[in-house]
């Protein structure tokens, strides 16, 4: 009766707080065995509840143990081989024996000493990448909850935008940042017309492993939201969505064209001014020196075109003049 009251007390001592890797891995059979000589030297008395308490204070609320013990998925094993390596040697050692609480204190520090040295050692997590999908491979192991914390993103991820010419060709990759199993089925879904992530509103088109999704010929048909998710046994793993807009090939045509037929008649190529532009988009004006200078040329090409059609049409006078030239030169 006593033994069983005793061992509910140092349950609560121990789960009473929060914990830590101490508690993930080591009995608490081994830990009573640990504590059961635990003496108070100012006191000489023997005091477990205080072995509980300094292992709480060493293990549980040691900032770097749990750092430590912030391991890759899978190596929460090693965590376990490597306290044990420190703890149970201990356990054997102090089980129904007595030792003052400065044996206690030194010990018990060496160990989680050692435990952060060996522990720091083991791979990390590889990271998580957002923004969205369930990522096994980035879960670190918590101390605190004894289990392994997920990257706790979404499994939706945000609408991309993308946009093809008709009868033209599109594709679409279900591309993730993370690692996947090797065991992945892909299955994409379509909500036509519109631009959507309920799911109710998709209808499956292909099932499989291929990640590519191709349409060799585009049509207004196929403008709306696809939806391709990733599924690893059971589990979803992610779900992306692609909204396609597509361009009827003659609108197409007819802004092409128009852009052409404006650069050909503008000066310098500029476009007319959108309302509300920028002032650089307005049209380029000629300056008041080049507009006299080819005024001036006009009238100049004007007035000498004139002069020459005047002498064309009078040849008698012409003539009277060489006339005129030729007795001179006989009389002198």
């Known amino acids: 009766m006593c033994t069983s009251a005793l061992c509910l007390v140092c349950v609560s001592l121990l789960f009473g707080t929060s914990l830590s890797c101490y508690q993930c891995f080591v009995d608490v059979q081994d830990s009573l065995r640990l504590c059961w000589g635990h003496v108070l030297k100012e006191h000489n008395v023997r005091n477990v509840d205080a072995c509980f308490r300094m292992l709480d204070r060493i293990f549980n609320n040691h900032a770097r143990v749990i750092e430590a013990g912030r391991v890759g998925k899978g190596y929460d ?50 990271g998580c990448f957002g923004p969205c999908g369930f990522q096994s491979a980035g879960e670190a192991f918590n101390c605190i909850t004894c289990q392994y914390d997920s990257c706790e993103f979404p499994l939706d991820c945000p609408v991309k935008e993308i946009k ?19 065991d992945i089925e892909v299955i994409w879904r379509f909500a036509e017309e519109v631009k959507t992530q309920q799911v109710d509103q998709f209808k499956e088109v292909t099932a499989g ?71 650089d988009s307005l049209l380029l004006l000629p300056s008041p020196l080049l507009l006299a200078a080819c005024l001036t040329a006009l009238l100049l090409l004007l007035f000498l075109s004139l002069g020459a059609l005047y002498w064309s049409s009078n040849p008698e006078q012409t003539c009277h003049a060489e006339q005129a030239d030729g007795d001179g030169d006989s009389v002198s």
């Not at 093809?164 to 090797?182: G, Y």
């Open 209 to 279: 492993v291929d990640r590519l999704y191709s349409i060799p010929s585009t049509s207004s048909l196929h403008q709306g939201t696809y939806q391709c998710e990733i599924y690893s046994g059971q589990r979803s793993i992610v779900r992306l969505y692609y909204y396609l807009t597509v361009t009827p090939q003659v609108v197409a045509g007819h802004t092409e064209l128009q852009e052409i037929f404006d650069l050909s008649l503008l000066p310098g190529e500029r476009l007319l001014p959108a309302p509300g532009g920028p002032p």
């Open 77 to 126: 094993k090693q965590l376990k081989e490597l306290l044990d390596a420190e703890i149970q040697p201990m356990v054997q050692e102090f089980d129904e024996k007595l030792n003052n609480d400065t044996v206690y204190e030194e010990r018990l520090q060496t160990a989680a000493d050692n435990f952060i040295a060996a522990a720091s050692k083991l791979p990390r997590v590889s």
């Open 164 to 182: 093809a010419m008709e009868n033209s060709r599109s594709r679409m990759w279900c591309r993730v940042p993370f690692d996947l199993p090797e």
